[in-house]
């Protein structure tokens, strides 16, 4: 069930019988057809466990079940809006950047200390993400929303990728993120709001950046 992008900050996804997606509530702008939006109380596909795990978390951001025949489109506060295509891999993303994506994907939680233990969950209070993050595996689309466009950044082997915790949207693949210390132009000019710390991913994938320091 791929998404169309109709501009920068809106999508349109196909709803066919026996297949559903789930979306952020209040993300519908428009459909035509026969679709039903039920509020969703079991957390996407993933179910009770899942659920409880985002709860704990804090991340339980409320979705909605959209199933039926037609045609929807999302958009969500103005967002830019990246649509991220997934074949069998895991994306790693906030959960209130999450628009909309295929009820096919499952959908959990990680904790952000397991990914470099205490800096993990250091990353989690600087960057102001949390310290868990929602993750999303499976063949599917995944619609999220970011300020400002967003450009892929391909993470591959003894090449590393340092981005600003700010600008961070999400990653997929076989990567492992850890928080650093440096010391930028920003910070020697008065301008340091946290760019002193950088996430270092390293592996085999993708990281997502946004043009922006805001968060959503």
Request: aromatic residues 6%; charged residues 15%.
């Amino acid at each position: 069930m791929p998404f169309r992008e109709i501009n920068s900050k809106m999508v349109e996804a196909r709803i066919v019988p026996g297949q559903r997606m789930f979306s952020q509530r209040g993300a519908m702008l428009a459909y035509k057809g026969e679709v039903t939006f039920t509020p969703n109380m079991q957390g996407g596909q993933g179910g009770l466990t899942s659920m409880i795990g985002r709860r704990v978390a804090g991340e339980a951001a409320p979705l909605m079940t959209v199933e039926g025949s037609g045609t929807v489109m999302f958009g969500h506060g103005g967002h830019h809006i990246q649509v991220i295509n997934l074949s069998g891999d895991t994306l790693y993303v906030e959960s209130d950047r999450l628009l909309a994506f295929d009820g096919t994907l499952e959908q959990g939680t990680m904790f952000m200390g397991s990914q470099g233990g205490v800096m993990g969950m250091v990353r989690g209070q600087v960057t102001g993400q949390g310290l868990f993050t929602t993750t999303l595996k499976g063949h599917g689309s995944v619609a999220v929303m970011a300020h400002g466009g967003v450009i892929e950044l391909p993470v591959i082997p003894q090449r590393p990728v340092h981005v600003d915790p700010q600008a961070y949207v999400a990653h997929h693949g076989d990567v492992r993120n850890k928080l650093s210390t440096a010391l930028g132009w920003r910070d020697m000019v008065g301008r340091g709001s946290g760019e002193a710390f950088q996430l270092e991913l390293s592996g085999n994938g993708a990281v997502f950046v946004q043009a922006s320091e805001e968060k959503l």
